[in-house]
């Protein structure tokens, strides 16, 4: 049982950038979190794309469904930006690819202080080998489908949006 | 939904004492990890043990499989030493108990450097919401019913025992 | 031997602001590195500012050079941004103030992975105890006076100006 | 201006075996601490020993001592282990060096949550450059004398022995 896990930045990925004092992206932490985590699951990485979500555009989601559909893993994790993660969901949902497509984030950087990104990656690839062909958001410690997923600003967490 | 998340110890929750040098029991991490993973999961807490699980005998599994048959969630977690997780496991599978139970713990302690402990977190949770009810070990990325489970101790991995 | 620590901000005490994104100033993390480093030295906080050294106007200065004038200790520790950190020591020191005054900070925030914060502390404090009265800036490592000391941009480290 | 640095073990380079649970030594830190404090001092590290202070014998402290006399630096930093500290400090004491000699190590190892190793490198450092000839040790942001300190295993902190 192959994983395939496409990368596309977002919080999750970003580091210090000690010149400019910015966050920013640089290179994935992924190859770093994988051995931390110790994982045994046969997880492919494959880096699209390194942006924040709001930069996403038309193109780069089209990416990100090409890589969905043609790639030959049935498995599939993404990591994305929070801002716009559940808009990602949502247009990959409606293809009806039959796989299962699981996409997370963090709301703290991997590379910052008390980081949810440990936390999100566990909880994506432990119920992406369990659920029905679809597309979910694994935030907070909740797998929801896109269908029934938003991110509440105000709170700073993900929710069904028939909440 | 609510989640029981039965605490008994492990490596996972060991702390540094200075006083001494050595790892050893204080208090249990999960507030604080609960709270930095930001889970909107209904989940109650019960520390039942902070044992190493090499010393973990009889009466401690007797007083996790009445916490497992007796409280009112279906859904459990447990927090484990890794050395006797499997047999714990086992004699919780045997019984049958008609809810979905799911162990788990870290080779490093959350309080160490470069600790799994967050993403075994993640994981467990996230696949204990998936699972059919029965007795599982979340470890390393993968999911593995107690009926076939091993520790390979010279690996410092779970695996399946049909391996 | 009491030592007065002047908390003005800069990037040291930036932390990470999960509603937007920003590294932001929410409450200075001193309170938690001095209990972190066990220190056992008269230590005095007081919190003079909380910004970027880039933001820092002339009132400001002021402030901070009216605290070195007036307060009781004759032993003064400054946390300063990194950017204009020179030009403060200036300042201090072209008032001939009869006090050692040293002034730290860091190139990667206390709230990041892999943080210089706790060694420019440890450095500033034990140096600030052995120098004579004048006013100098401790970083890298390094214990250099306010009149031969600049920051090179494009290396990030501070060096003699008469390098 | 040359300082080496002798590193003999102690707490400050313990890691974490996930193997047998244990604290040991396996290749010392420093490098990775020098590397994120960012220091500008030339700096020759030189690996005496990787073992814990209780554990030193007359011969260990023989090699220090030799490596301090015969080292062409005048100005030494030694790790080293908390528990015997102060004992390699009088032993180096007596023998009158002309060179400024100075001990650290940590309570908290630099390799588990909340250490002070960093802390107390820069604090060592710092002084370093700046103290008389003689031997000290530097520990909760103090830089004591060899002839007149110890540890107080009752608080975890070193203190004047006339206190």
Known sequence: MKVRLL???????????QSNGELEFDK??????????????????????????LDMVDIDRQLILDRCENSAEELILITHGTDTMCDTAKLLGEREINKTI?????????????????????????SLQLLEPGVYVAMNGRVLPW?????????????????
Chains 1, 2, 3, 4 share one sequence.
């Open 7 to 17: 990368i596309t930045g977002g919080t999750i990925d970003k580091f210090y950038n």
């Open 28 to 53: 994935t932490h992924f190859p770093e979190m994988i051995k931390r985590a110790r994982i045994e699951v046969d997880l492919i990485q494959e880096e699209l794309l390194l942006i924040d979500s």
């Open 102 to 126: 699981v996409l997370f984030g963090s709301m703290v950087p991997y590379a910052v202080n008390n980081s949810d990104a440990l936390f999100n990656f566990g909880c994506a690839l432990g």
């Open 147 to 163: 269908s029934d997923v938003e991110k509440n600003r105000d709170l700073g967490v993900f929710q069904p949006s028939s909440h």
